[in-house]
C-alpha cells in the first residue's frame, strides 16, 4: 500500500521559508512556496549597481552554532565561503559642538565591552578620564550591584558613561538595531553575568567569554553575495519537483472554504482542482481537514500543512484568520515596560570611482555613535571588505569601489524616507566623507541604490524571548501549522535558520501522525 503524499503550502520565500520547504521536501511532502515578492530571498536580497550584482540586504551570516554552515556544506556550497578582511571597523564620533573623528574599534570586547580599559585602542575612543572610570570595575565589588538584566545599565554601574555611549551603543546599534538599554543581558552575551560573579569585574568577565569562544572569525559570507545561498535553496526545491510562486500574494487562510470569498477556481496540489468555494460542503473536525489558502491572482490552494514564514505583520493577519485565541497575540510595545519598537532601515549603495578610497582609509567600515551630526548609522566600505567583491569591482575600473550606508536609529525620528534619490544621495555622500575623512565627489558615482527594510525586534531585546514564547504556544494549539522568521527567532541567518528547521520538524511530525 502507498501513502499519498502530504501536501504542504509555505507562505512566505525569505531565508526562514525555503529552509523550511527544503527540509520538508526531502521527506517526500509535496512542497508549494508562496512569496509576494518577485523574487524569493526577503532579507537575503540583491541587485545589479553599475554592473556589479552586489548584497542589498544582509551581506554575511554569523558563525556561531554551525547551524548556517550545514546548511551551506548540504547544498554543495562550501567552497564560496568567505571570510571579511581582518582590518576591522572603525568607530565615527562627530557630538555637537565638538570636532569629528574616526577611531579603529577596539577588537578585543564583546558588544563593545572592552577586556582592558586601560589599552591603547580603548584610550583613543573614550579618553584617559573615561578608562580610569572603567577600571574602576575592577575593584568594584559585583555584589553591590546582584545580577543585571538590563545590558546599558549594567555597563553604566560597572565602566561607566563613557564606555556605554562610546563603544557599547554603536556596536548595539549596529549589531541590533536597538539600544543598550533595549537589551537583555543574558540574551545579548549569555554567560556575562555568571562570568562577572566568578572574576569580580565587567571587563574580566568579557576576557574570559572570548578566552573560551572558539578560534574562527565570527562571521562569513559567500563569493557571489548571499543570494548565492537563495539560488542554492531553490534549486534543491526544484530538485525535489517542488512549486515555487512569487508575484503573488496570500490573502486569507482558513480550514472552512465558506470562509474564503474568491470567484476564481481552487487549485488542488497534487490534483486536477477544487471546485468552486459555493460548491464545496463545509468542513468539520480537526487536523484531517485541509488547509484552503487564497491568494491575490484568484487561486485557492488546497495543504495538509501549513507553514507561515512571513514578516511579522503579514503573519499576524493571516493568524488571526484561524481564530480569536490567534487575533490578540502578544506585540512588542503591548507593555509600558517594553523597548521602542524597531525603526525602519533604509539601506544606500553607491558605487563609485575613488582612488583615495584605494588604501581602505577607514577599515572594512565604520559605526556611528549615537548623538551624531551625521544621519547614516553605519558605513561598509564593502569593496574593502569582500575581496571577491573588489576583484568583480576591478574589472569595471581600477579605482572601482563600493560603500554601504544604513539609515534608521532605534527611537530616533525617520530622517530618510521622505527624500527624493537625489537627495538621499547627497545625504549619503556628506556622511560617507566625513566617516571615510575623504571627500567624495558626486561626479565620481557611477550607481546608486536604495532600499528599505522594516525592522525587527531582535531576541535579545528585554521581554521579546517571552512574547515568542507565547506566540509559538499558542499556534501549537492549532494542528498542521507552524510559524518561523526572524520576528519570533531574532535576526540573522543563525537564529533563522535553526528555528525553520524546528518548524519544518513539527509540521514533518504531524504528517506522519495523519
Given at each position: 500500500m502507498s501513502l499519498e503524499p502530504k501536501r504542504l503550502v509555505v507562505i512566505g520565500g525569505g531565508a526562514a521559508g525555503l529552509v523550511g520547504a527544503v527540509d520538508c521536501a526531502k521527506v517526500g511532502i509535496s512542497v508549494t512556496v508562496v512569496d509576494a515578492q518577485e523574487s524569493f530571498g526577503g532579507a537575503l536580497a540583491a541587485a545589479e549597481v553599475a554592473g556589479l550584482r552586489v548584497d542589498v540586504g544582509a551581506e554575511s551570516f554569523a558563525t556561531r552554532g554551525g547551524s548556517v554552515a550545514e546548511l551551506i556544506e548540504q547544498l554543495g556550497l562550501t567552497d564560496r565561503v568567505v571570510r571579511p578582511n581582518r582590518a576591522g571597523a572603525w568607530l565615527h564620533v562627530a557630538k555637537p559642538g565638538q570636532p569629528q573623528r574616526s577611531v579603529p574599534l577596539p577588537k578585543a570586547g564583546l558588544l563593545g565591552i572592552p577586556t582592558n580599559p586601560l589599552a591603547d585602542d580603548v584610550r583613543r575612543v573614550i579618553g584617559w578620564k573615561g578608562a580610569l572610570r572603567a577600571y574602576l570595575d575592577r575593584i568594584r565589588p559585583p555584589l553591590t550591584i546582584g545580577t543585571e538584566h538590563n545590558l546599558g545599565a549594567l555597563v553604566r554601574k560597572r565602566m561607566g558613561a563613557a564606555v556605554h555611549d562610546l563603544l557599547v551603543a554603536p556596536v548595539t546599534s549596529g549589531v541590533y538595531s536597538a539600544a543598550p538599554d533595549d537589551l537583555d543581558?543574558?540574551?545579548?552575551?549569555?554567560?556575562?553575568?555568571?562570568?562577572?560573579?566568578?572574576?569580580?569585574?565587567?571587563?574580566?568577565?568579557?576576557?574570559?567569554?572570548?578566552?573560551?569562544?572558539?578560534?574562527?572569525?565570527?562571521?562569513?559570507?559567500?563569493?557571489?553575495?548571499?543570494?548565492?545561498?537563495?539560488?542554492?535553496?531553490?534549486?534543491?526545491?526544484?530538485?525535489w519537483g517542488s512549486t515555487l510562486i512569487t508575484g503573488v500574494a496570500v490573502t486569507a487562510i482558513s480550514r472552512n472554504p465558506f470562509d474564503i470569498d474568491v470567484d476564481g477556481p481552487g487549485v488542488g496540489l497534487g490534483d486536477a482542482g477544487l471546485p468552486r468555494m459555493s460548491e464545496r460542503?463545509?468542513?468539520?473536525?480537526?487536523?484531517?481537514?485541509?488547509?484552503?489558502?487564497?491568494?491575490?491572482?484568484?487561486?485557492v490552494l488546497e495543504a495538509d500543512l501549513l507553514l507561515i514564514a512571513t514578516p511579522e505583520q503579514p503573519a499576524r493577519n493571516l493568524l488571526a484568520d484561524v481564530g480569536p485565541a490567534l487575533r490578540d497575540l502578544p506585540a512588542a510595545g503591548d507593555d509600558a515596560g517594553d523597548p521602542v519598537l524597531p525603526a525602519p532601515i533604509e539601506l544606500v549603495t553607491i558605487v563609485l570611482d575613488e582612488p583615495a578610497l584605494d588604501a581602505a582609509p577607514r577599515g572594512s567600515g565604520l559605526l556611528v555613535a549615537p548623538g551624531s551630526t551625521l544621519h547614516a548609522k553605519a558605513l561598509t566600505h564593502a569593496t574593502a571588505k569582500w575581496?571577491?567583491?573588489?576583484?568583480?569591482?576591478?574589472?569595471?575600473?581600477?579605482?572601482?569601489?563600493?560603500?554601504?550606508?544604513?539609515?534608521?536609529?532605534?527611537?530616533?525620528?525617520?530622517?530618510?524616507?521622505?527624500?527624493?534619490?537625489?537627495?538621499?544621495?547627497?545625504?549619503?555622500?556628506?556622511?560617507?566623507?566625513?566617516?571615510?575623512?575623504?571627500?567624495?565627489?558626486?561626479?565620481?558615482?557611477?550607481?546608486?541604490?536604495?532600499?528599505?527594510?522594516?525592522?525587527?525586534?531582535?531576541?535579545?531585546?528585554?521581554?521579546?524571548?517571552?512574547?515568542?514564547?507565547?506566540?509559538?504556544e499558542a499556534v501549537a494549539e492549532v494542528p498542521d501549522l507552524a510559524v518561523t522568521g526572524a520576528w519570533l527567532s531574532g535576526t540573522g541567518l543563525a537564529s533563522v535558520v535553526p528555528d525553520a528547521h524546528e518548524a519544518a520538524a513539527r509540521l514533518r511530525h504531524q504528517a506522519l501522525q495523519r
Open positions: 543581558v543574558d540574551r545579548a552575551a549569555p554567560g556575562l553575568n555568571a562570568a562577572l560573579t566568578r572574576t569580580g569585574a565587567l571587563s574580566l568577565a568579557v576576557a574570559a567569554l572570548r578566552e573560551n569562544a572558539p578560534a574562527g572569525a565570527a562571521v562569513g559570507g559567500l563569493d557571489g553575495g548571499m543570494t548565492v545561498l537563495v539560488d542554492g535553496l531553490t534549486a534543491e526545491l526544484e530538485r460542503p463545509a468542513a468539520a473536525g480537526a487536523s484531517k481537514v485541509p488547509w484552503y489558502v487564497a491568494l491575490t491572482d484568484g487561486r575581496a571577491w567583491l573588489a576583484d568583480r569591482a576591478k574589472e569595471q575600473g581600477e579605482h572601482r569601489h563600493v560603500v554601504r550606508l544604513s539609515f534608521g536609529r532605534q527611537g530616533e525620528a525617520d530622517a530618510t524616507s521622505a527624500l527624493t534619490d537625489e537627495e538621499l544621495l547627497s545625504t549619503a555622500l556628506h556622511d560617507a566623507s566625513a566617516m571615510l575623512g575623504v571627500q567624495l565627489d558626486p561626479g565620481s558615482v557611477r550607481g546608486f541604490h536604495r532600499i528599505s527594510w522594516t525592522g525587527t525586534q531582535p531576541t535579545a531585546a528585554r521581554g521579546q524571548r517571552e512574547r515568542s514564547t507565547a506566540i509559538r
